[in-house]
Structure formats: C-alpha cells, structure tokens
C-alpha cells in the first residue's frame, strides 16, 4: 500500500496524529483493550515519524483505549437502539470508529476544520452512508440543518471540548439541545490539574508539546453541565470497562475513591428533552 504525503499540520490538528497512533500501539499488542486495525493500516500508510515525535507507551496507549471504548460502546449502545440512526461526530479527525462499531445501516456525519477534512478525505475516504462537511463544529449553522431530524441523533465529541474556551463549550451544549430534541450528546473532559499543567507549558516530553486546553471539569462537576440549557434532561457518567496490570489494579479506585474518584478525566452523556407533544 502506497504512503501518504507527510501532514503538515498546526498544534490543535496534530492531536489527531497522537491519538491515532495511540490507538495503533495498543491495537498491535497481543491483549489489546481495542481492536482497531484501520489504525494500525493508517500508521502504516502515513509517512509521519510518530515513535520519535510522540513516544510509545503502553501506559498511555490504554488510557486512550479506555476513553475509546467508553465512546464506542455509547454508540454501539445508541444503534442497537436506533439502527438507522445518525451519528454526528464533532472534530473527529482520524478517528476510525465507523469502521470499529459500524452497524451497516446508520449513517455518519463527521464535522471538522478544513484541514482535517482534506486528511480524513485523503486517507479514509467516506462510503455511501458517511458524509463529511468541512466546518466549525460549534457553529451549528453550519452543520445542524445537514442532518435528517426523522432520525434519532446522537452527537459524539471526542477530544474536542478541551481546546475550546469554556464559553464556547457551553454554547455549543446549550446549540445541541435547542437543534436535536431527544437527541444525546457524549463528550469527554479532561480534569483541572491536566489542564493547568498543558496551559503552563509542562505537559511535555522531549519532542512533543501537548496544546493549551482551555476548558476542564474534574469529574465531580458533570452535573454542572446541566446549567448548560434547561433542555439537558440527565446527565450520566460512562465507566471504561477492565484494563490489564497495574492501570487493571488500580482503575477500581480511581473510580470510587477520592481524590482520584473526583479528579479524574471523565466521559459524560448527556441526554436532551424530547419534544413537547
């Protein structure tokens, strides 16, 4: 299979490639949490020196595991409900979900700046069910008249909210409840102390800088996303499911026990009013 081109790509965007090629490092060991080989066909196909730009650990290779799985089962969870649903992803990247949990039927919508849209084009071409519009994903103006409202929704926003300023990130939760009624949304967020560390420089390793992240919640504030729109009806936290060896051990605590219980990066659903009838 031929190489890509090298991406050029700024700081933000450039998550794309470190998540990607997390997902690739945990998908070729032997006990992976995630079985995702278009990952691994993608790492292979881009010319991009990502050992040596990003490191490889297995630690970190499962967190990012963990994190998937939690959005891969939401949305395996939502089309076994709704099999001809729609699957709006916001800011996904080089995400391969669709073709992880895909159920044949659904259809997918994915939502992103321009430049990560000519890549995802470029290297994961979309198939008769998926669509891709090059947008502002908190500009729902842009995208929201783009999806069938006779179809259940459900909105997925993966390592997008943590580089937008908090405003906005209330505004965009506060945009889908009003647009998508009965709808869902499931975001992920890193806590406070992660992100202080990357706005003052000190998430770093020897080659790699991670981006500023404006906007954090530790994972005792979920129900403060409700303040977001009268429109948000529940609000519910998503566990990962077991992980291997010491991260395995510990992740039962990390769970139930503070400070960590409280302090932890969190994935949260949440769920929109249906419409009045």
């Not at 998908?27 to 020196?49: N, T």
């Not at 044949?104 to 470029?122: I, N, Y």
């Not at 996303?225 to 998503?238: E, G, K, N, Y």
């Amino acid at each position: 299979m031929s190489s890509a081109a090298r991406p050029d790509l700024a700081a933000v965007p450039e998550t794309m490639l470190w998540t990607l090629w997390q997902r690739a490092v945990e998908a070729r060991r032997p006990d992976a949490l995630l079985h995702d080989p278009k990952a691994v066909e993608l790492v292979d196909r881009i010319d991009y020196p990502f050992a040596e730009r990003f490191g490889t650990s297995g630690f970190q290779s499962q967190l990012q595991a963990l994190r998937v799985g939690c959005f891969d089962r939401e949305v395996s969870d939502f089309l076994a409900r709704e099999p001809r649903g729609t699957v709006v992803c916001l800011g996904e990247g080089l995400e391969t979900q669709y073709w992880r949990v895909d159920n044949g039927r659904a259809h997918w919508l994915t939502v992103d700046l321009p430049e990560a849209v000519a890549l995802r084009e470029e290297l994961l071409p979309p198939g008769p069910r998926q669509r891709y519009l090059a947008a502002d994903a908190t500009d729902l103006a842009a995208w929201a008249d783009e999806v069938d409202r006779d179809r259940a929704v459900l909105i997925t926003a993966e390592g997008l909210l943590m580089y937008l300023p908090p405003d906005r990130v209330k505004a965009l939760i506060a945009d889908c409840a009003d647009r998508f009624p009965g709808g869902s949304l499931v975001l992920d967020a890193v806590p406070r102390w992660f992100a202080r560390l990357t706005r003052t420089g000190r998430m770093r390793t020897a080659t790699y800088q991670a981006p500023a992240m404006p906007w954090a919640m530790d994972a005792r504030e979920r129900d403060k996303l409700r303040t977001a729109s009268p429109a948000v009806a529940a609000v519910r936290d998503v566990r990962p499911a077991a992980a291997r060896g010491l991260l395995g051990a510990l992740l039962p605590f990390a769970l139930t026990a503070p400070p960590l219980a409280t302090r932890r990066p969190s994935v949260t659903v949440l769920d929109f009013a249906a419409p009045a009838r």
